[in-house]
Nanobody, 117 residues
């Protein structure tokens, strides 16, 4: 069982920045591909960014050039640096991990990001 705990959400003005962090429990963090998803009320959770065990990263088109995902295997942490935030980035952001062996999916509790003037 893996526990994921997110932090770093909050209220920011358009054009501002936030940094989300997710700390994972356990000793196998380096084996997990890590992702960030987001969800707005009444809509499905959607994938935002991912970082492979190799460090390779991918992003949904709407955040390319503005968001940066990174991981620290030494700290069992994945982060999402969000710059040039827009009102449409407002959502609850969730950290996700997939165990490559059991194929189990793990989710954090979510952290709210609000972009408003």
């Amino acid at each position: 069982q893996v526990q994921l705990v997110e932090s770093g959400g909050g209220l920011v003005q358009p054009g501002g920045s936030l940094r989300l962090s997710c700390v994972a429990s356990g000793s196998n963090f380096r084996l997990y591909a890590m992702d960030w998803y987001r969800q707005t009320p009444g809509k499905q959770r959607v994938w935002v960014a991912g970082v492979h065990t190799s460090g390779a990263t991918n992003y949904v088109d709407s955040v390319k050039g503005r968001f940066t995902i990174s991981r620290s295997n030494a700290k069992n942490t994945v982060s999402l640096q969000m710059n040039s935030l827009k009102p449409e980035d407002r959502a609850v952001y969730y950290c996700h991990a997939r165990d490559p062996y059991s194929k189990n999916d793990y989710w954090g509790q979510g952290t709210q990001v609000t972009v408003s003037s």
